[in-house]
């Protein structure tokens, strides 16, 4: 029960996050047990930010949240994949890229929780 929600200052097309919905639906699978069958994706597009004090670039922030827990290096290949991703794809540094994640044992689905 991966959710991983994309927040960025730039215009998200469709064709990027069609591009966006591949790629993390395979990245995901960077962190054991979590599948693309079960990711759910949410992107949030031209939202003013700054970094440092600095408006005048782009940026991105990922929120990763799992049910269950991980590995700190599942997580750094996670982190690295996502940060290639918008690179890719919206053209952003990894420099300018922070990724968060959040852990959780409840978790509701269906009517019922895990």
Do not use: Q
């Amino acid at each position: 029960m991966p959710y991983i929600k994309t927040t960025t200052n730039l215009p998200v097309s469709d064709t990027t996050r069609e591009n966006l919905t591949r790629k993390l639906g395979s990245a995901i699978a960077l962190i054991p047990g979590k599948t693309e069958a079960w990711l759910m994706l949410s992107f949030v597009d031209n939202v003013p930010m700054s970094f440092k004090g600095d408006s005048s670039e782009n940026y991105a922030m990922a929120e990763v949240s799992l049910y269950g827990e991980a590995s700190a290096a599942a997580y750094n290949r996670l982190t690295a994949a996502i940060c290639e991703i918008y690179g890719e794809e919206l053209g952003i540094p990894a420099g300018n890229i922070y990724v968060k994640y959040e852990e959780t044992d409840h978790w509701g689905w269906n009517g019922s929780n895990f």
